[in-house]
């Protein structure tokens, strides 16, 4: 599995929302992927990571 951190500023506003951004994010990932995005500070993030491989 892969991580990508994107920077959501600026781009909610491009997308008309945070819910649209977060669909378009999902849908440029193949569906047999099946990939999740979570929405959360860089920290909270990194945290996240970190528990996963502890």
Same mark, same amino acid.
């Given at each position: 599995?892969?991580?990508?951190?994107?920077?959501? $500023?600026? +781009?909610?506003?491009?997308?008309? /929302?945070? =819910?649209? #951004? *977060?669909?378009? #994010? #999902? /849908?440029? *990932?193949?569906? $047999? +992927? =099946?990939? *999740?995005?979570?929405? /959360?500070?860089?920290?909270?993030?990194?945290?996240?990571?970190?528990?996963?491989?502890?």
């Amino acid at each position: 599995m892969a991580t990508a951190y994107v920077r959501l $500023d600026g +781009l909610v506003a491009v997308y008309g /929302g945070e =819910e649209r #951004l *977060v669909y378009t #994010l #999902l /849908g440029a *990932v193949r569906h $047999d +992927l =099946e990939p *999740v995005v979570g929405v /959360g500070s860089f920290w909270l993030c990194r945290l996240g990571e970190y528990q996963k491989t502890a």
